[in-house]
C-alpha cells in the first residue's frame, strides 16, 4: 500500500492570552497543556493524535 503525506509545520501563537507557564505551583497543583490534532482522510476516516506541550514566555524583544 503506498502512503502519500505530506508534512506541514504550523505555529500557534499565545500572544495576548493568560497561561499559566509554571510546572509547580507551591506544591499544590500543577498544570499541564495539550494540542488536540484531529485529521479526516479522503475516505472520512478519523485519526486523533494528543501531545502534552510545555509552553514558555519569552522576552518580548525577542519577536
Do not use: P, W
Amino acid at each position: 500500500m503506498e502512503v502519500d503525506y505530506k508534512v506541514h509545520e504550523f505555529v500557534i501563537l499565545f500572544a495576548g492570552k493568560d497561561t499559566i507557564d509554571s510546572q509547580n505551583i507551591n506544591n499544590k497543583f500543577s498544570v499541564k497543556y495539550y494540542l488536540n490534532l484531529f485529521l479526516v482522510d479522503k475516505e472520512d476516516r478519523c485519526y486523533i493524535k494528543q501531545q502534552e506541550m510545555t509552553l514558555y514566555k519569552l522576552k518580548e524583544e525577542t519577536f
